[in-house]
């Protein structure tokens, strides 16, 4: 069993829905929680960075992460075409260092 | 601003050669991190140095090394290469080093070995 699982799609939904994406993790030790986009041939960017358990919202993003169930989504709002790219939760025990744990991703479509 | 920059962007090698991989970190960062992308592993942590020293290093053989320069700049470096390190090296700089600290993603060198 992989440390972080993702579903890996692809998820297909219809511009204007409401996404959600999921990653589990196993290690009950991870504080620092990520959700990077990664388009087609480019790095991949950050989008949401959370410590702990709990909420946070950026513009049509939500992070939630739920750390009794080793659990966090992040929410899409409003999708939009240009949101088409794989998504990426990373984790981390510590904040020293940038030695993060990546889920595997989830490549998401959003059609127009 | 200019973003992070990898050269070359794609290599190809043949088994038991070395390779040498090149980042340029965003002006001003000190920190530098380098992951190997692959489809069935995902993205891996490959090894962080700030200031020139490394400060993590990832669960990869000791064939797999890199350093930091005084300006930023880091290399990596890969020994007897493998099949299985065909893969995509992203480089990643950040203005301080830990967590908290954005992280900005190079497009990554693709490396073919052969």
């Known amino acids: 069993q992989k440390e972080v699982e993702q579903d890996p799609g692809p998820l297909s939904v219809p511009e204007g829905a409401i996404v959600s994406l999921n990653c589990t993790y196993s290690?009950?030790?991870?504080?620092?929680f990520m959700w990077y986009r990664q388009y087609s041939r480019k790095g991949p960017e950050l989008l949401m960075y959370?410590?702990?358990?709990g909420n946070k919202e950026d513009g049509r993003f939500t992070a939630q992460v739920d750390k009794s169930s080793k659990y966090i989504s992040l929410f899409i709002r409003d999708s939009q075409p240009s949101d088409s790219a794989t998504y990426l939760c990373a984790m981390s025990e510590t904040n020293y260092g940038q030695n993060f744990v990546f889920g595997p991703g989830t490549r998401l479509s959003v059609l127009p | 601003k200019a973003g992070v920059t990898q050269t070359p962007r794609y290599l190809i090698k043949t088994r038991g050669q070395q390779v040498t991989l090149s980042c340029s970190p965003i002006s001003g960062h000190r920190s530098v991190s380098w992951y190997q992308q692959t489809p069935g592993q995902g993205l891996q942590f490959l090894f962080e140095y700030f200031s020139e020293t490394q400060r993590n290093k990832g669960n990869f053989p000791g064939r797999f090394s890199g350093r930091q320069f005084s300006n930023s700049r880091s290399e990596m470096n890969v020994s007897t290469l493998e099949l299985g390190d065909s893969a995509l090296y992203l480089c990643?700089?950040?203005?301080?080093?830990?967590?908290?600290?954005?992280?900005?993603f190079g497009p990554g060198t693709r490396l073919t070995v052969l």
């Open positions: 990643a700089s950040s203005l301080l080093a830990g967590v908290g600290n954005e992280q900005f």
């Open positions: 290690n009950s030790a991870f504080q620092y």
């Open positions: 959370t410590y702990s358990s």
